[in-house]
């Protein structure tokens, strides 16, 4: 079990559960502290209001992130819930709302989408580096890939709009593939991309309206 935690947008995650996922004997892993929602970044040793606060974009990107790179699991907080800040307990490191306004913030939410999607999928996912033929050193636009054992379909999160994807689509199985955006926003198939030979590399780019999600 790892944290994460508060003090940037892309801790490489990613990087952290492969290493533990290499380690004998094999056990789960999981990111158990990614960054709050509305919690502040890098508070300390004070406040920096340059640096804003962790919103459901990054929230969905870290959770993301940690599922598609192998982690069993991910756990969701919001900044405001863990310490129940209601007005008059001491207010830990800057909360911005009460807890019971935070209940249903949009990460809270969407986390239960990224849940809701692997358990529509069969099967057990596994994360997949060889499906994707190229990636970038960019933390903030690190993308990540499962695939399902028996290749019959994969999943591919990249965080950026605009973002160019490269699959390996020999690394499903044949002969043809259908691709579909997904929006993490909404939980749902957002809009279909195309139907392929599963064959050679195909490469995709993220819609440009909004970040890690289809246009509006």
């Known amino acids: 079990m790892m944290q994460s935690g508060h003090s940037e947008r892309n801790a490489p995650v990613w990087d952290w559960i492969a ?3 290499a380690l004998l004997p094999l056990k789960p892993t999981l990111d158990a502290e990614p960054n709050y929602e509305d919690h502040p970044v890098n508070p300390w040793p ?5 640096l804003g606060s962790f919103r459901s974009y990054d929230v969905r990107k ?11 699991g991910v756990v969701y907080g919001h900044h405001a819930v863990w310490q129940f800040w209601d007005g008059v307990r001491e207010n830990v490191n800057h ?3 009460h807890w019971p306004d935070a209940l249903l913030r949009p990460g809270a939410v969407q986390a239960g989408y990224l849940r809701r999607l692997l358990q ?4 057990v996912p596994l994360p997949t580096e060889a499906l994707l033929a190229s990636n970038t050193d960019d933390r903030a636009g690190y ?7 028996n290749g019959r379909f994969a999943l591919v999160y990249a ?3 605009g973002q160019t994807i490269d699959v390996v689509l020999d690394m499903l199985a044949g002969p043809r593939v259908r691709a579909a955006w997904f929006d993490p926003r909404l939980g749902e198939e957002a809009s279909i991309i195309g139907e392929y030979d599963a064959s050679g590399t195909k490469t995709f780019t993220t819609p440009s309206a909004n970040p890690d999600a289809a246009p509006d």
């Open 143 to 149: 993308e990540c890939a499962l695939r399902d054992e």
């Open 19 to 21: 290493r533990d996922l």
């Open 159 to 161: 965080p950026l709009p």
């Open 95 to 97: 909360a911005d709302r």
């Open 120 to 123: 529509s999928r069969p099967g």
């Open 46 to 50: 004070d406040l920096k209001p340059e």
């Open 62 to 72: 870290q959770c993301y992130r940690s599922v598609f790179s192998g982690g069993c």
